[in-house]
């Protein structure tokens, strides 16, 4: 208390400073941060793989097929959004078709995302967070690992669920943090509305439960007067006219789209996904008396200011509604132990306590700790997801710089030779098994294919066509696993044009879901090996 006593105006310019010069200060802070971050992508290329390198290959197929002229959902069934696929395509034709483009996209959306979240944050906090806050949604999106996994666990598994945690995180902060009342600024706000909607029109293209959660916000900012009706229909304008011109652009037929992902969603219960929703909330709902403090405490800053009682129903319905989404999202995703979307609520009852206090009369030191305690919770939140992350980045450069990847001969003879892999380590037995699941995919495909084979490979996922510069039949899927028995696709639009499938060996997920149908095809083995079985459609 010493320290706050005796510094306690250098500390309150520190942190809620908004003043032109700080606002410079930390934007060329923050450009100099993402051009050292995408500087290392561009530099060292993918990381090694150290955790489930066998998702990585997903993202690969479906940039694959769309460099190759196909059509999501119209040439093949994908129940994961498109916008990952259709960065890694461009990142593919910035370098090569390699795991690298990957990351080549990652850079771009994190360039394209944090420059617009700064200008949102600086209508509506200070420099300080609006810095931090920034550097989260970058990282966010750059880290080359799953939320919830350790930090050596380097790859691109669920590469989706990172990019709709950044664009939920800022369009939250868009409807429900209004701008400060000296950045009122009705062009600002229109250009807000259609941001939004942009952000709405992204979140489909990352995963439909993060649409689901966008489409939350947005009512309960209008059932709590945090974004008028207007603004609103301004919003939901701008998202139809971009999905049109997404639409158009890809080729897309909505109704497959549609059709796709309800065949997904089908495949878990409601009643799964209330038990899933309800086990994540009991777990971390101690958190939730954390996220409601701030709003209290600026609520009774604002009581006695009017001499009145406090009335916070409409920010503890904010805070609530962001704790349950948050649970939501981490129950139907498949990761653990880290709910980014909390950050939000977080900077959300700091920023209040901010605009409250800073209206109240009394001492500048008791101000002055109320903006250092918000500060400290809003760091609570948010440090742990940065610096996780930031080891995880530290990990694979210098994994890259010591030239720790490991590799096969026959990887390396293919378009996937930097598809490599942390030697050593708890889980290096994975990935030894997983190259050699490669090398014995890659030279059954060698044996057997020629120009006049299409093929379709139906795997959890498929690295080979990539691997070796194969086109793609039509039909098919990104991942095996959004097939099952409750819902699938008819299987003569699984089968495409296909002349050859590679499937696992036995068959047992086709013989589970088609039944007789798939013993009806009466397919031909051309060879069968230890993972895998190459068949001939008559």
């Known amino acids: 208390m010493y320290v706050v006593r005796k510094y306690h105006q250098q500390i309150d310019r520190f942190i809620s400073s908004a003043s032109p010069g700080a606002f410079l200060r930390v934007f060329v802070l923050l450009l100099f941060v993402l051009a050292a971050l995408s500087a290392l992508v561009f530099k060292f290329g993918a990381p090694a793989m150290n955790g489930r390198p066998w998702d990585t290959p997903v993202i690969l197929d479906g940039a694959w097929r769309i460099v190759t002229g196909q059509v999501p959902h119209r040439d093949y069934y994908n129940y994961f959004g498109d916008l990952p696929f259709y960065l890694t395509s461009l990142g593919m034709k910035l370098g090569r078709p390699s795991i690298a483009a990957i990351d080549y996209g990652n850079a771009l959306l994190m360039t394209a995302l944090v420059i617009p979240a700064f200008v949102v944050l600086k209508r509506r906090t200070s420099a300080l967070p609006a810095f931090l806050y920034c550097l ?47 950045f009122a600024n009705r062009w600002a706000t229109r250009a807000e509305a259609v941001l939004a909607g942009f952000i709405l029109m992204a979140l489909l293209g990352c995963k439909l439960n993060y649409f689901v959660v966008g489409v939350a916000f947005f009512c309960v900012a209008c059932v709590t007067g945090r974004i008028r009706i207007g603004w609103a229909l301004l919003s939901a304008f701008s998202c139809v006219v971009f999905l049109a011109i997404a639409l158009v652009l890809s080729k897309i037929p909505l109704a497959e789209l549609i059709k796709d992902y309800r065949m997904m969603s089908a495949c878990q219960s409601f009643g799964s996904r209330l038990r899933g929703l309800i086990v994540q909330g009991i777990k971390s709902v101690w958190l939730l008396p954390l996220l409601l403090l701030p709003v209290w405490e600026s609520q009774l800053a604002e009581g006695e200011r009017l001499g009145q009682r406090p009335t916070p129903w409409r920010h503890l319905v904010v805070i609530v509604v962001i704790y349950g989404c948050a649970a939501l999202l981490i129950s139907s995703n498949c990761q653990i132990g880290e709910m980014p979307l909390l950050a939000l609520a977080a900077l959300y009852g700091a920023e209040l306590i901010q605009r409250h206090s800073s209206t109240t009369p009394e001492p500048p030191i008791f101000a002055t700790a109320r903006h250092l305690g918000a500060v400290l919770l809003f760091l609570l939140f948010l440090l742990p997801s940065i610096i996780i992350d930031i080891k995880t980045v530290r990990f694979a450069t210098y994994a890259a710089i010591r030239k720790e990847g490991d590799s096969t001969e026959t990887l390396q003879s293919t378009c996937l030779n930097d598809f490599r892999f942390v030697r050593g380590g708890t889980r290096y037995a994975y990935m ?64 495409g044009n296909a002349t050859h499938l590679l499937v696992d060996r036995g068959c047992q997920t086709f013989h589970e879901v088609y039944g007789t149908e798939w013993d009806a095809l009466h397919l031909q083995v051309v060879e069968e090996t230890k993972n895998y079985t190459l068949f001939r459609i008559p």
Request: with cysteine.
């Open 432 to 495: 030894q098994t997983y190259m050699a699941s490669l090398d014995e995919g890659i030279q059954l495909l060698r044996r057997h294919s020629n120009p006049q084979m299409r093929l379709n490979v139906l795997l959890f996922s498929d690295p080979f066509h990539i691997a070796l510069g194969l086109v793609p039949a039509t039909g098919g899927l990104v991942s095996l696993d959004g097939l099952c028995k409750a819902s699938h696709p008819p299987l003569s639009r699984l089968r």
């Open 136 to 182: 989260f949604i970058a990282l966010l999106i750059i880290t080359p690992k799953p939320m919830g996994d350790p930090y050596d666990c380097t790859d691109h598994a669920m590469l989706y669920n990172r990019h709709g945690e950044a664009f939920i995180a800022l369009l939250g902060i868009i409807v429900f943090l209004p701008p400060r009342l000296s």
